[in-house]
T-cell receptor, first 111, second 118 residues
Framework: ELKVEQNPLFLSMQEGKNYTIYCNYSTTSDRLYWYRQDPGKSLESLFVLLSNGAVKQEGRLMASLDTKARLSTLHITAAVHDLSATYFCAVAEFGNEKLTFGTGTRLTIIP | EPEVTQTPSHQVTQMGQEVILRCVPISNHLYFYWYRQILGQKVEFLVSFYNNEISEKSEIFDDQFSVERPDGSNFTLKIRSTKLEDSAMYFC????????????????FGDGTRLSIL
């Protein structure tokens, strides 16, 4: 059974600082996704990572994938308050459409 | 931008009653999904649907659950006899296609239906 773990679960950081969220998964996968969820809202797709070494960047967020280590990271650069949300990674196994989500990281940016 | 729409946004139902949650996926998408999220917890897969049949389902998706695509646009989740533990946010999602089919696109989620069982 595929297991997906994120850490940290909670992250409080000051504006302007950098930090990284980690996503580990237990079996081989060919697709990894990052989603953002604001309180009481839906899941917004941020990144799709498909191959080893893939790196995607959008604004202050950058995601990377190491399929050999079964690890993805979401790096936040110079955080701003608008980035406060819960971030989920989600993994799809080979030949499978089902997404297995991580536990989520609740990010709070403090002014 | 096209989006997945879900109705109702909030459903309150007595335990033991049947409930139907409705979804309109993005029109050119081929794969449809239901997920649920119990308050404060992670998102859990329920079922995927392709070519008018279930392609995969989780252990949560027992005989009390069913899905249907009654016409070319709607995708429904029915819970036949609701239990207290069915209280959750239910998300519908759709995607263009599979990795094997060359589709690398993410699943797009609706805003969810908050189901409260009393």
């Amino acid at each position: 059974e595929l297991k997906v773990e994120q850490n940290p679960l909670f992250l409080s950081m000051q504006e302007g600082k950098n930090y990284t969220i980690y996503c580990n998964y237990s079996t081989t996968s060919d697709r990894l996704y990052w989603y953002r969820q604001d309180p009481g809202k839906s899941l917004e797709s941020l990144f799709v990572l498909l191959s080893n070494g893939a790196v995607k960047q959008e604004g202050r967020l950058m995601a990377s994938l190491d399929t050999k280590a079964r690890l993805s990271t979401l790096h936040i650069t110079a955080a701003v308050h608008d980035l406060s949300a819960t971030y989920f990674c989600a993994v799809a196994e080979f030949g499978n459409e089902k997404l297995t989500f991580g536990t989520g990281t609740r990010l709070t940016i403090i002014p | 931008e096209p989006e997945v729409t879900q109705t109702p946004s909030h459903q309150v139902t007595q335990m033991g009653q049947e409930v139907i949650l409705r979804c309109v996926p993005i029109s050119n998408h081929l794969y449809f999904y239901w997920y649920r999220q119990i308050l404060g917890q992670k998102v859990e897969f329920l079922v995927s649907f392709y070519n008018n049949e279930i392609s995969e389902k989780s252990e949560i998706f027992d005989d009390q659950f069913s899905v249907e695509r009654p016409d070319g646009s709607n995708f429904t989740l029915k819970i036949r006899s609701t239990k207290l533990e069915d209280s959750a946010m239910y998300f519908c999602a759709s995607s263009e296609g599979s990795r094997q089919g060359g589709g690398n696109q993410p699943q797009h989620f609706g805003d969810g239906t908050r189901l409260s069982i009393l």
